[in-house]
């Protein structure tokens, strides 16, 4: 099947502020065998997300935290190479949780067959996946986004922000404005993605530049770093503005939380503020990956995605991502499909 070596990433150690490259460790194992009802999966892409770094403190969250010396996991697209299962068998391509290696062993039930003919392996991870409909959901669902509504999108260039501003522009938002880390991303949003403004919030302060775009207020506000950006929005918020509170990135990394003094506005304003997790809302991802295919069939949505190559790469791509290095998905490609294993 392989020449028989898998190179897995491991937890080496629990970061502390800003993970390093020294936190994380490549080792070699056998290419696991199936046992009864389970595949193995060649994996193609993986994917390195936010939430990754979270579940390396040791902290009781949602999901279980990463084990130390244990292999970290993650979203996965791949072909199945050996099969114990009628289920699924050898050649499928299947979207799983068993990233940051080559080869993923695991049940049958725990793998989900995708189409690789009528999207990419990548899609799966990010503009058709967990991403796609996190925008779709916390968009619509949790801040019931109406027509004519102005939309602040924070973390506007990354996976889910650029899907979120783009869904608003398409469900009839009368303006979508962003914010990004770097000039190349702000003009991103606007030339490329239809943007009605955006801001990088590096540069200036970010309540006056929010101010500026923001002459009507705002009425849904998806946010993605929280820290100061919420704030800052806070201030602009319309009456019953409703905030779909998805992430908190600025925060991720920091040793200090950054306080919320306005927290009080939410009263006066009668702002709504609403957290949310996408795995509360796979009810919707039929409607969703409807709705998404046909504005991807019209050419109505773009797909951004940033490709780093290369299992011994994928701690690169996951620090490059929380440094800001992507625009849309970040993706790691570990093999072709046609490649021989
Ligand atoms: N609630 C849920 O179920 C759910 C599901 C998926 C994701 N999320 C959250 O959604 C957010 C976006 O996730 P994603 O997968 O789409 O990641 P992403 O936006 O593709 O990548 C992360 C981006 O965060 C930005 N960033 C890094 N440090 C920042 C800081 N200090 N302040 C502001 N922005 C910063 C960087 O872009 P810049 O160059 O713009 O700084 C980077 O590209 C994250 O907070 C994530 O945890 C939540």
């Known amino acids: 099947m392989s020449s028989g070596v898998n190179r897995v990433w491991q937890l080496a150690a629990r ?3 800003f993970p390093s490259p020294e936190d994380f460790r490549l080792v070699e194992e056998a290419v696991p065998a199936p046992g009864p009802g389970q595949v193995v999966v060649r994996n193609e892409v993986m994917s390195v997300d936010p939430a990754m770094r979270g579940r390396m403190n040791d ?4 999901v279980a935290p990463f084990q130390l010396d244990r292999p970290l996991d993650g979203g996965a697209v791949g072909t199945v190479v050996a099969s114990e299962s009628p289920d699924v068998p050898v050649g499928a391509s299947v979207l799983h949780g068993l990233g940051w290696r080559e080869y993923a062993v695991l049940d049958a039930g725990h793998t989900r067959v995708v189409d690789t003919t009528i999207a990419p392996a990548s899609a799966y991870l990010g503009v058709l996946g967990m991403p796609g409909l996190t925008a779709y959901a916390g968009l619509l669902d949790v801040a019931h986004m109406r027509p004519d509504e102005n939309v602040f999108v924070s973390g506007a260039a990354g996976a889910v922000g650029s899907l979120a501003g783009q869904i608003a522009r398409l469900r009839g938002a009368r303006t979508v404005i962003g914010s990004a880390g770097s000039p190349e ?16 919030y590096k540069e200036g302060p970010i309540r006056t530049q929010l101010k500026q775009l923001t002459p009507d207020g705002i009425d849904v506000y998806f946010d993605n770093v929280g820290g100061e950006q919420l704030e800052a929005a806070l201030f602009r918020m319309n009456l019953h503005g409703r905030v779909a509170v998805c992430g908190a990135i600025s925060q991720y990394n920091s ?16 702002v709504s503020l ?4 996408v795995m ?20 109505k949505v773009k797909v951004s995605e940033t490709f780093v190559d290369g299992i011994g790469h ?3 791509a996951f620090l490059g991502m929380l440094r800001g290095e ?16």
């Open 280 to 299: 509360d809302h796979w009810d919707r991802r039929q409607a969703f990956v409807e709705e998404m295919s046909g504005w991807l069939r019209e050419g």
């Open 274 to 277: 609403l957290g949310f997790l």
């Open 314 to 316: 994928a701690v690169d």
């Open 326 to 341: 992507n625009v849309g998905k970040m993706i790691v490609r570990l093999a072709d499909p046609g490649e021989p294993v």
């Open 59 to 62: 902290v009781p969250s949602y």
């Open 185 to 200: 991303k702000v003009r991103y949003l606007v030339d490329d993605l239809g943007f009605d403004g955006a801001f990088n």
């Open 15 to 17: 970061p502390t502020g």
């Open 255 to 270: 040793p200090e939380p950054y306080g919320i003094r306005n927290l009080s506005l939410l009263i006066s304003k009668r």
